[in-house]
Each structure stands twice: as C-alpha cells, then as structure tokens.
C-alpha cells in the first residue's frame, strides 16, 4: 500500500484521503506545521526561492546566516554551520577534522549516512559491536598502531530502536588512547535530548573538548538542512569542505522556515518538556502490553517482533483504524525480525495516546 501525505504533518494527518492519528515520522516537536513556520517559508518564497549559486561565491544571504546564528544559541556554541542536508553532515565534520584522527571505530548499526561517511574519509574503519563499549576498547587495542589516534562514530540516537549510545562509556573505553574523538550523528537527538534539548552529549553531561556532533534540522526541529554547531575554529574548517563549498544551499524559504522553527523551540521549552510526558505515558502503557521497553525520554519506541505476532499485519489493521505506524524490516538499527516504530510527538494528546494504546491491545 502507498501511503500518501495530503497535509502538513502533525498529531493528526491526512493520509490517503482521510485524517488519521499519525506516530510516525520524525516532527517529535510538532514544528513542521507551526504556522509561524509555515509564514515564514511563505513570505521568504515571495522574495527569491535560492540564490542559484553557493555560498562560496555570490549566494551568501541573511537568511542563511540567520539560522545559524539561531542555531548557534540554541547549542549553546561559538558558530554553527547550515548545511544542504543533515544526510551530508557526519561527511562534512569527518572532512573537516582529518588531520585529528587516524582511525575510525563505528557502531555496526549505524546509519546509512554515517557509514558512507566514514566510507569516504579515506582513514581506516573497524565496526564493533552495536552499542557495546567494552567491544569498542578490545577494538581500539587490537587495529590501533602506536601514536594513533580513534575516532568513535556511531548515531547518537538510533532511528528504529530508539537506543541512545552510550556516550560516557564511550568515552571510558577511549581514555587510554591520547586525542581519542567521539562523532555523533544527533539527527533524531537534536531537540528532544537534554536539558536544553541539544542531543545526546548534553543528555550525557558528556560535552567537552573532543566531542563532536552533526545533526538536522528537518526531524525535531521542523526545518530543513543539515547542522554542525561548535567552536568558531572547527566551523571555519568546515566552511572549507568541498560539500559546503560545493553544493547548492538550501532554498530560501526552508532557511526562513528553519529559522523560525528554531527559535520557537528555543522559546518554547515547554514542548520538550510535554513531548517528555507523553513518551513516559506511551512507554507505560506499551510496556503492558508485554513490550520490555527502558525508560527512556527517546521518542522513538521500537515494539519488536514476537512469536505468532504479524506485524505487518498489524499496521495494516491500526491503517484502518485510522492510526499511523511504521513497520521496519531493514533500516538501520532495526532488530531481528523487523518492528513497529512509534514515534511520540509533543502535540499529541493523551487520549490519542491512550487510544493507540488501546487498539494495540485489542489486536494482540
């Protein structure tokens, strides 16, 4: 069955002509139909929709620059940079730190783009086991030559299973190799993880020097793009990066939209706080149901496979219940037997919520 989008996306979705309560997708804050997001796309289209050219040359403009400013404060950084697309971001820091390490250590699991990212590095990369940081350290001690330096690329948090990796682990098993890096692909963190909701280093209390992250802003944040945010020297070199240099910025009206976007979320911390409750009532009453789900503010929950449980099937049968739920059998992350994914957003009501709930139960 092809599923067709009819409207913006949000708690409650037109697909396939009919309104339906929608837990997919990545809109975790509920921004991507804001209309002060929607405003501002609207009003940046009447003015150009690109600048036709990079941002190297003659295609600079303030609203680009707006972002990242807007970026860079809700980081807590020095700079940020605003990049085509989050897809490309992980490739743009790992360019833009070449010189700092000579090994890449990576999360099997990872995602498509971390790994064609740490593909074209041109530095050796070892996989170790998901999650697993005692794997890690045998890792490290086995493929690293004397002097060299790691560096641990892994998402931050997993699209399908909704784990956060394990990034003060992490951190312990490469304290033995001097300017040992972590690299973290924070497009699922980016808004719902931390205090402040800057990802899973935050999450952590893991920043500091040698931590690393890249991220989007078209899942949480309601934009579009793709985002590094740092020091004002790290940004520099990334300013450099053939995939900064040499890709068309993203339109115009998805900067505005971004911009926006950020700011209510930076103004807004309520909508982290609410997307909080809401993930603890879904984990609650899914754990019921038989589910061993952690806790965890993730709003990703991964509902596995079980004996004698169709789970295509069953999105099937929540569809015609007007409820929207993902079934995985190959992404990334995705454990054994595929699963249903769940996505919680922060709009999302609590009896929305109870009647996913519900008519999960029934079907079981």
């Known amino acids: 069955m092809a599923f067709v989008m009819q409207s913006p996306p949000g708690p409650s979705t037109l697909i396939n002509g009919r309104w339906r309560d929608y837990f997919a997708g990545t809109g975790y804050l509920g921004l991507q139909s804001h209309p002060a997001v929607l405003q501002a796309a609207s009003e940046a289209a009447r003015a150009g929709f690109s600048t036709a050219t990079s941002r190297g040359g003659f295609g600079e403009h303030p609203l680009y620059q707006a972002v990242e400013a807007a970026a860079a404060q809700f980081c807590g950084a020095e700079e940020a940079i605003y990049l085509t697309s989050g897809y490309l971001g992980m490739a743009a820091l790992l360019h833009a730190l070449a010189p700092d390490y000579d090994h890449i250590f990576i999360d099997e699991a990872s995602h498509f783009s971390v790994q064609q990212a740490a593909a074209i590095s041109h530095k050796p990369v070892t996989p ?150 809401n993930v603890a009532q879904a984990r609650v009453g899914l754990r019921a149901l038989g589910w061993s789900l952690p806790s965890s503010p993730a709003p990703i929950l991964c509902l596995g496979a079980r004996p004698g449980l169709d789970l295509a099937r069953m999105q099937r049968e929540l569809f015609d219940r007007d409820l929207c739920v993902a079934h995985v059998t190959s992404y990334t992350s995705t454990p054994p037997g595929g699963a249903l994914r769940i996505a919680i957003f922060a709009t999302h009501t609590a009896p929305q919520i109870e009647r996913l709930i519900a008519e999960i139960g029934a079907l079981l």
């Open 128 to 277: 170790f086991r998901h999650l697993d940081a005692s794997a890690l350290a045998a890792a490290c001690q086995m493929h690293l030559h004397p002097r060299q330096r790691p560096l641990l690329l892994s998402d931050g948090l997993f699209p399908i299973s909704g784990e956060i990796a394990p990034a003060p682990a992490y951190a312990a098993a490469l304290a033995a190799f001097a300017g040992a890096l972590i690299c973290l692909d924070d497009a699922h963190a980016l808004g719902v993880l931390g205090s402040q909701g800057r990802g899973t280093l935050e999450y952590f209390g893991a920043e500091g020097e040698g931590r690393y992250a890249s991220s989007t802003l078209s899942k949480a944040m309601g934009g579009f793009g793709g985002l590094v945010a740092g020091e004002a020297a790290l940004i520099a070199k990334l300013r450099g990066s053939g995939i900064f240099t040499g890709a068309s910025p993203p339109p115009l009206p998805a900067a505005a939209a971004s911009q926006a976007a950020v700011a209510i979320a930076q103004a807004e911390p309520e909508r982290r706080q609410q997307l909080w409750a």
